[in-house]
């Protein structure tokens, strides 16, 4: 009976949780673009802002979703159709699934850490907090940045063979909604942490650099008020109110040059300047600071099942995008190995669309780290940015084979 009470409680606050009318009887839609006109349509459609892009154009024959209110539905079909696409339903009500999930969510939550359930900015940094404490041989965390509200940003040093070894960069959460990118890097270095005794080689080669969640107001903002935020939550002077930049459209390499708006409005608007975005400072500082130590960079994001490797900002390949390839093949060989997930692997030939001021591009372009990746977890459309809570552990293992795979890579190439 109790229980029953609990539950109902649940249910009502989990209802009475305001969910965006815009939300209600939403749905995200799939269109497949087989010709250039189809695929120059799409990217206007993406620039002008809109409809909110789930999957972006990245090229012909590959998978555009797009979600539209309710009430957006009927010009968004008559202009695709206009260009004689044809509309699937990949979730027929948005609002519907996030209410669900928050049903869910707060049923099975708890305070601690785990990868069960998304948890929210302060749990994770908790959680880190923990960890370096218990494992102060293995973990130091520094306290490296402030976001716009004010969340402290953090900095997790995983390594036990001493500040001069090559190390990894980490980061994940740069959007908000990509719930799936902290509770994956999370559930990464949890497996390294609490198995160090199985990895105590690669851990004594190898020192783990991480920021899990890098877009901390954002990814806050998306468990108190809109589960589909996606950019920071920083003032841009809009006569409409709108805030917030892209924090991946933020990085100073040929800003804002393509793929990107000024408008603040946009979703991926590039913000007033190159690094306008305190939060992306910080991470940038951090990598400017750690220098030639770092070999590799990764940033997570979701969804879409991609491996991928600069350049963003144009179709033009770096100069030693083989060994980037190679790194990436081996990387999604052994993922996919785990339980068959497949990604792709990206290049040029499936991003015609380019979009600049990426932080995969500046790491390579700037911060000089030869081998800079952005990888898209799962999955690729049938929840989107509602990956449900489920998936996170297998999520989890698969990527940590493919990390695995980077380490000993590291490790072989440039440890001592
Ligand atoms: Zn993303």
């Known amino acids: 009976m109790k229980a029953l009470v609990v539950l109902a409680c649940v249910v009502l606050a989990a209802l009475a949780t305001p969910t965006k009318p815009s939300l209600k009887e939403a749905k995200v839609v799939r269109v497949v673009p087989h010709t250039e006109e189809q695929l120059h349509h799409l990217h206007q459609l993406l620039l002008q802002g809109r409809y909110d892009f789930w999957q972006e154009p990245r090229g012909l024959n590959t998978p555009v979703d797009i979600m539209a209110a309710l009430r957006d539905l009927p010009g968004l079909a008559a202009t695709l ?77 995983v390594g036990s063979g001493g500040a001069d070894k090559p190390g990894i960069f980490i980061d994940g959460g740069i959007h908000a909604r990509e719930w799936i990118s902290p509770a994956t890097v999370t559930y990464m270095v949890n497996e390294l942490v609490t198995n160090r005794d199985t990895y105590s080689d690669l851990l004594s080669s190898v020192n783990f650099y991480v920021m899990p969640s890098i877009n901390p107001d954002g990814y806050q903002y998306t468990f108190t ?147 800079a990746y952005t990888v898209e977890l799962r999955d690729q459309g049938s929840y989107g940015f509602l990956l449900p809570a489920s998936q996170i552990i297998p999520s989890g293992e698969e990527t940590f084979e493919a990390l695995k795979v980077v380490a000993n890579f590291v490790k072989n190439t440039y440890s001592k």
């Open 225 to 371: 008020d809109d589960r589909m935020w996606r950019k920071t939550r920083s003032d841009t002077n809009s006569p409409f109110g709108c805030k917030g930049a892209d924090p991946n459209r933020n990085w100073d390499f040929h800003w804002n040059e393509v793929g990107a708006s000024s408008s603040p409005c946009s979703d991926i608007y590039a913000g007033s300047a190159p690094f306008s975005e305190v939060e992306m400072r910080v991470v940038r500082d951090e990598i400017i600071r750690l220098g030639s130590k770092i070999k590799v960079y990764l940033t997570f994001h979701s969804f879409s099942q991609l491996w991928m490797y600069p350049w963003g900002y144009t179709s033009a390949l770096p100069d030693d995008w083989q060994d980037l390839d190679n790194l990436a093949q081996d990387a999604v060989s052994a993922l996919t190995a785990v339980h068959g997930t497949r990604y792709e692997i990206g290049s040029s030939t499936n991003t015609i669309y380019a979009a600049a001021g990426g932080s995969d591009d500046w790491a390579k372009g700037v911060g000089g780290v030869k081998y």
């Open 81 to 157: 159709s206009g260009r004689g696409l044809k509309p699937t339903v990949m979730i027929h009500d948005v609002g519907r699934l996030v209410e669900q999930q928050t049903v869910e969510r707060l049923q099975h939550h708890t305070r601690a850490m785990d990868w069960h359930n998304y948890h929210d900015y302060n749990t994770i940094n908790a959680w880190m907090a923990q960890l370096a404490s218990d494992h102060p041989d293995l973990c130091q965390l520094e306290k490296v940045g402030t976001s716009y509200e004010g969340r402290t940003m953090n900095l997790l040093t």
